[in-house]
Structure formats: structure tokens, C-alpha cells
């Protein structure tokens, strides 16, 4: 069963930090684009980062570029968002995902509330 599992959100004032990660079970992690997306209230899902496997390709939304960065650890099966410099407009549900062609799959979620 495929599965992802969000952890690391929290409330952090304007200008800190935050480590998110995803851990992942059910299928072949090292082979799979991994992704971030995040909904803020009342907002629409959008795009955050990914990383493709072996970490060969990265990319980030133009909100969050020279901000987030994304790493991975094949050997933990685990993706993560650092997080830097982060605005109250960062305050959002954070979602990673993994997809297949015959499966797409996403976690739960984790809250990240950037308030002071």
C-alpha cells in the first residue's frame, strides 16, 4: 500500500524556519519524482517544489525560490522541505506526493502557520 506521511509543520514567526518531511512506504522511492504542494486558506492547491529521483532534477514555485530548498535520503525513504526566511503568506497545509502511471498517491498534510 502506498503511503506518505507529512511531519514538521508547526507556528513559527516571520523570518524563521521549518524542516518538513515525507516519509514514504508501499513502492520503489529511489525511482520516483517526489513532490510538495501546500493550500492556504480559502486558495486553490498549488505547486511548492519537487524532486525527481536520485535527486537529478529540482524545481520551485517563483514564491518560494532562494527560500525552500528540497532533499531526499533514498536509504530513509524520506523527502525534505527546508524552509527558510518564511512569510506569513507561507502559512498553508503542506501535502508531498509521489505518482505512478497506473498510481498517484498523497499524505494527509501538515499545518505551517508563519504569525507573529
Known amino acids: 500500500q502506498v503511503q506518505l506521511v507529512e511531519s514538521g509543520g508547526g507556528l513559527v514567526e516571520p523570518g524563521g524556519s521549518l524542516r518538513l518531511s515525507c516519509a514514504a512506504s508501499?513502492?520503489?522511492?529511489?525511482?520516483?519524482?517526489i513532490r510538495w504542494h501546500r493550500q492556504a486558506p480559502g486558495k486553490e492547491r498549488e505547486f511548492v517544489a519537487f524532486?525527481?529521483?536520485?535527486?537529478?532534477?529540482?524545481d520551485f514555485a517563483d514564491s518560494v525560490k532562494g527560500r525552500f530548498t528540497i532533499s531526499r535520503d533514498d536509504a530513509k525513504n524520506t523527502v525534505y522541505l527546508e524552509m527558510n526566511s518564511l512569510k506569513p503568506e507561507d502559512t498553508a497545509v503542506y501535502y508531498c506526493?509521489?505518482?505512478?502511471?497506473?498510481?498517484?498517491?498523497w499524505g494527509q498534510g501538515t499545518q505551517v502557520i508563519v504569525s507573529s
Open positions: 506526493g509521489a505518482t505512478s502511471t497506473t498510481w498517484s498517491a
Open positions: 508501499g513502492f520503489t522511492f529511489s525511482s520516483h519524482t
Open positions: 524532486i525527481s529521483h536520485e535527486a537529478i532534477l529540482t
